[in-house]
């Protein structure tokens, strides 16, 4: 996407400092991420990229919103710890909005503003290769991974169907699952 550099803003929005420590960790000598063209500023007028880390709390948005609004665009938005990607284990209290998604809610709500690319680092903290890899991954340095697909043949997904049938008879919970199969896809119960 960025073609020279990528210029990150990072605000912490209630994190507990684990996903901050990290953040600043690959700015440090051993993974020096500045080398490839990665910088941290100090303002988010000069940023290409904000860093969200930590659950987004009610004190804090009111500064965050100004923060968002303030990157210019195209921006780009890390949301770096599980906190960050769906408000961690604060995601319902009275404190907390959430994480980015509840964050992009009230603001296509309350702003009529459209949400950025975001990439999501999961983690508790997310190890400093997975920062790199995310940042790496908006600065268009890397291409993203490939999830594996699972083939299923046609027998095991009749034998499936004999399994979820029993499992119903059981009364126990069954979760929706896909099956891929080479002529398609099927939903089963």
Partial sequence: MFKKSLWVFHLNS???????????NIFAPRQDV???GIKLVASPRHADAIA??????????????????AVPEPKIVLAIGSCA?????WYDTYAVIGGIKSFYKLLREEYDLEPPITIYIPGCPPKPEAIIYGVALARGLVNQKQRREIYVEEEEIENLQVLFEEAKLMRHFVPGIRVKTNGGSKDEP
């Fill in 52 to 69: 969200f880390t930590g659950p987004i709390t009610r004190e804090s948005l009111p500064k965050v919103i100004e923060a968002f609004k």
């Fill in 85 to 89: 990607c769906g408000g961690g284990i």
């Fill in 34 to 36: 500045e080398r490839f």
């Fill in 14 to 24: 209630g994190s507990c400092n684990g996903c901050d420590i990290e953040v600043l």
